[in-house]
């Protein structure tokens, strides 16, 4: 029950309890929403004698897990840090406070919150939560059964969009260089052209792949020749595009994994291709290999001959031939004898030179492929090589955060010369990527500059891993709450000036960035 009597006074009136609430809307389970939730509530509080002192929503957020539901993290948070000014938390009910795919990880937030005197109510169930046996195994079944709904829906949504696939229908991304998206209706019938951003708006809507701007087109044929004809390389293809002045569909400049995407991906022979990358139940993303893709062949019209991307792909086949440790070094040594001296730089300029990511991945690092060959250089290059491949990344994390964005509805403007992401014509936003380094006392630091001649109105701090090879996690730093300090010093907990600010991915960035119809006036 929600209430107790004074001990002096045991048929004394109730005490009244404060509580919070905790609501959710997925995306998978509309019916459910928030206002409705809150209604059931409610009316359970009056009932029980709760007074609602606290609201905590997250709209439109999966219960898979609780990266992105900042409204859960923040309950949490306020409870362990003993600052939660209320004795329970009533949910409408144990799929409402998420559908984890390891029942445990429900009991362990509903643990915490007991374990600091606060109680968890659900409020539709037809069981009291009570510690009771009964309840006890009612409820983990029920959380079971919430994980399970979630895997079966989640094989249904995939063998629908399989399905799609392979009739020739888009499915979700951008277009990509030389290429547009096209409405179509259900009799697959031309409707109208899609722009970045823009999305069906009917579900019996289809869209499919459709050549772009002649330019465009006669773009990617050039380069598909320039690679198989003239055997020029991806970053001499890049650097004659940019010197020419032409820039990419997202008005950037060509790098070398824009080129490769082009002369690699099959749409521009017009297959679809499905599955590569697995990312289902927001579980470890996994890369595919190629018998698992989902293939349309022919779905679109190519803009590329079929026998120029096989000619291209027998390049690349040649090139990841798979050198032997031995072999590595001998010609990574015969390179030494050559020029004397080694760095990146020289290395990946030769295009019958395995890359420097091969040295890396082989050997750890660049710099221990080195030693093995008996190379010091004159300087450690340890922190330059880092910062190399950290400049590599930006771009990558750009382009994925401004598709992100546009799926959400959102519109992007990427500014060429400073990278500075405009959306929706009023926000500016910065990505940073950061390094991290190690103390000599072991602990873990985070240094970077504010950029304060952009005074972008949101700064997204990438924080690198120990070993820079991963992304650890995001601050979404305002402007308005850090932009006095031009420096900005991190270490692995940061107290809540600056944690108050942490996420584990940017799905938080993509909510505030969402574009929401408002509703008419009364």
């Not at 697995?278 to 893709?293: G, H, Y």
């Not at 405009?422 to 873990?444: K, M, P, Q």
């Not at 090879?469 to 010093?489: C, N, Q, T």
Request: aromatic share 8%; net charge neutral.
């Amino acid at each position: 029950m929600g209430y107790s009597t004074g001990p002096g006074d045991p048929g004394g009136p109730p005490t009244i309890v404060r509580a919070a609430q905790y609501v959710r809307m997925s995306t998978d389970h509309q019916k459910y929403s928030t206002e409705n939730q809150a209604e059931i509530i409610a009316t359970y509080a009056a009932q029980r004698d709760f007074n609602i002192v606290r609201t905590y929503a997250d709209e439109g957020r999966s219960g898979l897990n609780i990266a992105g539901r900042g409204a859960l993290q923040q309950l949490i948070e306020d409870v362990r840090s003993h600052s939660a000014d209320f004795e329970a938390v009533l949910v409408y009910d144990v799929s409402r406070w998420g559908r984890f795919q390891d029942a445990d990880e429900s009991a362990y937030y509903e643990f915490i919150c007991r374990e600091a005197g606060i109680t968890v109510h659900y409020c539709a169930e037809q069981f009291e939560n009570d510690g009771s046996l009964s309840t006890t195994i009612i409820k983990n079944m029920k959380r079971a059964m919430a994980g399970e709904y979630s895997r079966e829906l989640s094989a249904k949504v995939f063998t629908g969009q399989c399905r799609l696939i392979t009739l020739g229908y888009r499915q979700g991304g951008s277009a990509g260089y030389g290429l547009r998206r096209h409405l179509v209706d259900e009799y697959n019938q031309p409707k109208a052209p899609l722009e970045r951003g823009e999305h069906k708006s009917l579900q019996t809507d289809r869209v499919i792949l459709v050549p772009g701007p002649p330019d465009e087109v006669a773009t990617v044929q050039r380069i598909y020749k320039l690679f198989v004809v003239q055997r020029r390389s991806e970053r001499e293809i890049a650097t004659l595009l940019n010197a020419e002045g032409l820039r990419t569909d997202l008005g950037r400049t060509w790098t070398r994994a824009i080129v490769h995407q082009i002369l690699s991906n099959e749409k521009y022979i017009g297959n679809n291709i499905y599955n590569r990358v697995s990312f289902k139940l927001k579980q470890k993303r996994v890369v595919n290999a190629p018998d698992m893709w989902i293939r349309g062949e022919q779905a679109f019209e190519p803009i590329v001959d079929r026998d120029f991307f096989e000619a291209a792909q027998r390049i690349f086949a040649e090139r990841a031939r798979r050198f032997s440790d031995d072999e590595l070094l001998k010609m990574l040594a015969d390179l030494l004898g050559a020029r004397g001296a080694l760095s990146g730089m020289i290395i990946d300029e030769l295009d019958e030179m395995p890359s420097t990511a091969t040295y890396r991945h082989r050997f750890g690092s660049l710099v221990q492929a080195y030693r093995l060959i008996g190379y010091e250089p004159e300087r450690d290059y340890r922190y330059i090589e880092t910062n190399r491949v950290l400049r590599l990344m930006h771009p990558g994390i750009v382009a994925a955060t401004s598709e992100a964005i546009e799926r959400v509805g959102g519109a992007v403007q990427v500014d060429p010369t400073t990278d500075l992401l405009i959306i929706n014509g009023e926000l500016s936003l910065s990505l940073v990527i950061v390094r991290c380094a190690e103390t000599s006392a072991g602990n873990l630091r985070w240094k970077f500059r504010l950029d304060t001649s952009l005074r972008p109105d949101i700064t997204v701090a990438v924080r690198m891993d120990a070993r820079n090879k991963a992304v650890r996690d995001y601050y979404l730093l305002p402007w308005i709450d850090v932009g006095s300090s031009e420096r900005l010093g991190m270490a692995e907990e940061n107290g809540v000036y600056l944690d108050a600010y942490r996420t584990h991915d940017l799905s938080p960035l993509y909510h505030l960035t969402r574009r929401h119809r408002l509703g008419a006036a009364a």
